[in-house]
């Protein structure tokens, strides 16, 4: 077992914990800051993917799924906070 296999081990173990916070958060921003944390641990995932299959696009695509993720969550509290 190579150590990409056993981080992606660990990241996938990490997701579901987190998955898991974001369907029972008592609150709206405990769930935003547990999809901000998924979005997180997907894009570590997507790079030690690209890593362990040697994939250059998967890193790629990681970058521009993290600039979404980000921009997103922008939105997300903006929209908490009433300034829509």
Do not use: C, Q
């Amino acid at each position: 077992m190579s150590v990409f296999s056993f981080a992606f081990l660990i990241l996938s173990l990490a997701i579901l914990a987190m998955s898991g916070r974001l369907i029972m958060g008592p609150t709206v921003p405990d769930r935003v800051v547990a999809l901000d944390t998924l979005n997180t641990f997907v894009v570590a995932t997507m790079v030690i993917l690209g890593a362990l299959f040697d994939s250059i696009v998967m890193v790629d695509i990681a970058i521009v799924y993290a600039a979404l993720s980000f921009v997103g969550t922008l939105f997300i509290a903006r929209y908490i906070e009433g300034g829509f």
